[in-house]
């Protein structure tokens, strides 16, 4: 494999100066995550500046580092490619990167389910050929330019996740990666306080269709109540195709039935006409709906859906969006499923789903530990209230509940169904390890502001102590 950037292509990149050659093999802004061989960018942010830390960099075998200023405490041989300013350098290296590449790139969107998404289309494209795809939840100002930055020149397939919670921060982000496809996965209320209506939201996702490449193709949620809003975007747009998948009967990628099958599902779907079997080690619909979004991707690149297809019965829930995890506690054990990372209305209730679902062993509980989702604007508590339907259908026996939001949801639960509420994770993590019984099936979900990961830890920690 040849190197990421050499310093002469990197100083043409961002017409930046190299004080010594050098040759990177990676890209990092973290001195924690940091590879021997990587270009270290010293980005400035609101509370740390990466010049700070570029002598760690070093001591960590970086190749290079990317600077604006000389840092202190720095080697004078130490090679330095200065630029006016790093986050133009990264921006540069990216945009330098897509030039380059010859690879089929696809950008993904939406409201819920970006990441599974992106992971789904990492596994069913790497079956099919050398692929790169941004690392973690990477989507923002600085993670879209990293991880196209950090894309090999032998790259066959680019997956590329964008975020945003403003107007034209999609259109600035994907004019960096020219998709030849973008995806929209769904569309929710999320971040209503920045956009007051899912109209907006749709509007905003919809930027994603702007840079997509001639030939390309537009992938967009058939089942959503903003489908038609999307399409008529994606024609401004100029998309030469707009496709669609879910459960609508017109839908060019259609799934046919969901079959349970132990800790995950047997899906029968129908992309452009072809029907393909796959399975996956996790399960809810709203799975089932990412997992034909990403086949129908793949077909849009005219790649082998029979073998992508076949690539995604590795796929398993990832952390904080769905892992399962079995924990030792008391006689038995209690099955948690880790939904810890964000949360808005329609993920809300995707995860309900799939705790209703779940089936608990003799004795054990279906039990829902809830926190804020945020971001919801004006409307924020009547979106929490609503919840308490889904709580009905999924067959919730207990639920226990924090933050300012999630008392109107309290409010609207019968006593029955009450565990205990509290203005933090913290503050209810105790009573919850009490309430616990073997063979409970506990999913924990909330925003990451409600840090519900604190939850997700207590119950571990449990389980390590006994």
């Known amino acids: 494999m040849s190197a990421l950037w050499t310093s002469a292509d990197a100083e043409a990149a961002t017409l930046g100066h190299a004080s010594a050659a050098f040759a ?20 400035k942010g609101e509370a740390r500046d990466g010049h700070e830390f570029v002598r760690a960099a070093f001591n960590g075998k970086a190749a290079a580092a990317l600077v604006s200023r000389t840092p202190d405490g720095v080697n004078d041989a130490a090679p330095l490619l200065t630029v006016a300013n790093t986050q133009r350098g990264l921006e540069d290296l990216a945009r330098a990167a897509r030039a380059r590449s010859h690879g089929k790139i696809v950008a993904v969107t939406g409201s819920a389910g970006k990441t599974t998404t992106k992971e789904m289309l990492r596994l069913a ?43 034209g921060e999609i259109r600035a982000l994907v004019g960096f990666v020219k ?3 973008a995806l929209v996965t769904t569309i929710a209320p999320a971040h209503l306080e920045f956009f007051g209506s899912c109209d907006a939201i749709a509007d905003a996702k919809s930027e994603i269709f702007e840079a997509v490449l001639p030939g390309g193709a537009a992938v967009l949620p058939a089942d959503s109540p903003y489908a038609d809003r999307l ?20 839908a060019d990628a259609r799934i046919v039935a969901i079959h349970d099958a132990g800790e995950g599902m047997k899906l029968e779907a129908d992309i452009l006409g072809r029907s393909v079997h796959t399975r996956l080690r996790a399960s809810g619909a709203h799975l089932a ?20 297809a076949a690539a995604l019965s590795d796929f398993t829930a990832l952390k904080g969006r769905g892992a399962r995890s079995r924990i030792p506690f008391g006689s038995g054990s209690i099955e948690l499923i880790d939904e810890s990372y964000n949360a808005n209305p329609a993920s809300m209730a995707a995860a309900l789903e799939v705790l209703s679902r779940a089936q608990p062993a003799v004795g054990g509980r279906r039990i829902a530990v ?54 933090t994770s913290a503050d209810i993590a105790p009573q919850l390890l009490t ?32």
């Open 125 to 167: 494209l790497g079956a099919l050929g050398a692929t790169h795809a941004s690392a973690a939840s990477y989507n923002n100002h600085w993670g879209v330019p990293l991880s196209l930055a950090a894309m090999p020149r032998e790259t066959e397939f680019g997956v590329f996740e964008i975020g945003m919670n403003h107007f």
């Open 370 to 423: 809830l926190g804020d989702m945020l971001e919801m604007g004006p409307e924020g508590k009547a979106h929490h209230a609503r919840l308490a339907r889904n709580i009905e259908d999924a067959h919730v026996d207990l639920v226990f509940a924090n933050g300012l939001q999630m008392q109107a949801l309290w409010d609207a639960l019968p006593a029955s169904r009450r565990g205990t509420y509290g203005a």
């Open 179 to 181: 998709p030849h496809v």
């Open 24 to 43: 990177a093999t990676g890209m990092s802004i973290d001195t924690r995550t940091l590879k021997p061989g990587d270009l270290f960018v010293a980005l």
């Open 289 to 308: 709906s990412n997992a034909v979004g990403a086949l129908l991707a793949v077909a849009a690149l005219e790649g082998d859906v029979l073998n992508a």
């Open 231 to 250: 399409r008529a975007r994606a024609r401004q747009a100029g998309a030469s195709r707009i496709l669609s998948f879910g459960n609508d009967a017109k």
């Open 435 to 466: 309430a616990l019984r073997p063979w409970d099936i506990v999913m924990v979900k909330g925003s990451l502001g409600s840090r519900m990961a604190v939850i997700v830890d207590a119950l571990k920690s449990r389980a390590s102590s006994q």
